[in-house]
Every structure is written in structure tokens, then in C-alpha cells.
């Protein structure tokens, strides 16, 4: 079946320093891909997604490109603020729809 | 516009109690999604209801586990006889078709002591 595979965290970063969380799946057919966030206290929001290989979405600062090569969907932001504070999921969904497959989640924590 | 309700955000309860859980899915969302996040595990689908159909249970655990969305009113999931590892938190999504962008509550966290 479909799965996702997360870096572990927490992840603790300085302010203005460089994030990669990486994100690894497998899936049958051809999944688009998403990244969500959870900001303490409130519900998931998606942050950005891909539905094609080699598509690029990005929102906020944030990025991920879509690999089929290497099955991957890492997040990216060059410059991040004590506000990017959060957990992040990576997930996909195979044939449309909103039945997601999430990964376990990375904590992201963002010290001055 | 208010976003997905779920109450309660917080929920005790006893071995074999009864536990109901609510979620309002923003307005003019007709579909509904419910996911369970185990502790160290990521969410899991559990089902996809629209109003007064179950669409795809397939992560629905075999007993004591039900849900319904009626015409009128929120989305419930309901769990029968709680065991300690129904411990986890609940997520409720909606979306306004099934191709749509669904959005997410705050969650329920359910405790069983």
C-alpha cells in the first residue's frame, strides 16, 4: 500500500538559518503530493502541493519538488522565522480525492 | 466564515465508556473526512461520509467504531466501550467535493484512563 517516510524530529533551527525536512513515499500509480502544517493549537493547513513529477509548489518561503526518480518531496525554505514554528506532514493521495496517506510528522522549533 | 468545528477539544473517558465525538464542517461542505493520529504515528484515514451515505470505511476499526453525518447537524464518530489504546487524537476534515481541498479542525484529543 501507500506509504510516507518523514525525518524525524524535533528539528531546532536559529532563526534565518536553512531548512530541509525530507520526505520520502511509495505509492501505486501516479500520487500529487502535499505538505501540511500544524501550528500549535489549531488544525492542519495545507502549505503546498505538487500533482506532477517535477512540478515545484511552494507558498510562504517554503518549496518542494516533486521527484518520481527518487520518490521524494522534500521541503525546503531558505530563511526561517521563530513564526515557522510548527509540525510539518508530508502526504500524498493516489487517484483524487482526500483520502491522504500522512507521515508521521517533523516538529519544527525556531529559536532567535 | 468559520472553519471545521470539532468539539470537544479535550475528552476523558473510562474504560468502556462511550465516546462522541463532533465535527461541523465549514459551510457548504458536504464532505466529510475523519483521520485518527496514534501517538509516534501519523494520521490515518479512517472514514469518508457524505451527508447521510458512508462513502469508503476502510480505516474504520471492525467494532465498536462508528459514524455517521445526518442531514441535519454535525458529523459524529462514535466509539463504543473505549479501550485504553483508543488514546489518540481525532481529525476532521471537509471539503466541498471529493476533488476539492479539504480543510482540517483543531482535533479532539481523547484520553482513556
Known amino acids: 500500500g501507500d506509504s510516507v517516510t518523514q525525518m524525524e524530529g524535533p528539528v531546532t533551527l536559529s532563526e534565518e538559518a536553512f531548512l530541509t525536512i525530507n520526505c520520502t513515499y511509495t505509492?501505486?500509480?501516479?500520487?500529487?503530493l502535499f505538505w501540511y502544517v500544524q501550528y500549535p493549537g489549531e488544525g492542519l493547513q495545507l502549505l503546498l502541493k505538487?500533482?506532477?513529477?517535477?512540478d515545484k509548489g511552494s507558498n510562504k518561503g517554503f518549496e518542494a519538488t516533486y521527484r518520481k526518480e527518487t520518490t521524494s518531496f522534500h521541503l525546503e525554505k531558505g530563511s526561517v522565522q521563530v513564526s515557522d514554528s510548527a509540525v510539518y506532514f508530508c502526504?500524498?493521495?493516489?487517484?483524487?480525492?482526500?483520502?491522504?496517506?500522512f507521515g508521521t510528522g517533523t516538529q519544527l522549533k525556531v529559536e532567535l | 466564515n468559520a472553519g471545521v468545528m470539532q468539539n470537544p477539544r479535550h475528552l476523558v473517558r473510562r474504560r468502556g465508556q462511550e465516546a462522541r465525538l463532533r465535527c461541523s464542517p465549514m459551510?457548504?461542505?458536504?464532505?466529510v473526512y475523519w483521520y485518527r493520529q496514534l501517538p509516534e504515528e501519523g494520521l490515518k484515514f479512517m472514514v469518508y461520509?457524505?451527508?447521510?451515505?458512508?462513502?469508503?470505511e476502510s480505516g474504520m476499526p471492525k467494532e465498536r467504531f462508528s459514524a455517521e453525518f445526518p442531514k441535519e447537524g454535525p458529523s459524529i464518530l462514535r466509539i463504543q466501550q473505549v479501550v485504553r489504546g483508543d488514546s489518540a487524537a481525532y481529525f476532521c476534515?471537509?471539503?466541498?467535493?471529493?476533488?476539492?481541498?479539504?480543510?482540517f479542525g483543531q482535533g479532539t484529543r481523547l484520553t482513556v484512563v
Open positions: 502526504a500524498l493521495v493516489t487517484g483524487g480525492g482526500n483520502k491522504l496517506t
Open positions: 476534515a471537509s471539503s466541498r467535493t471529493d476533488n476539492t481541498e479539504a480543510f
Open positions: 459551510k457548504g461542505h458536504s464532505h
Open positions: 461520509l457524505q451527508k447521510e451515505n458512508i462513502i469508503d
Open positions: 505538487a500533482t506532477k513529477a517535477d
Open positions: 505509492a501505486t500509480g501516479y500520487p500529487s
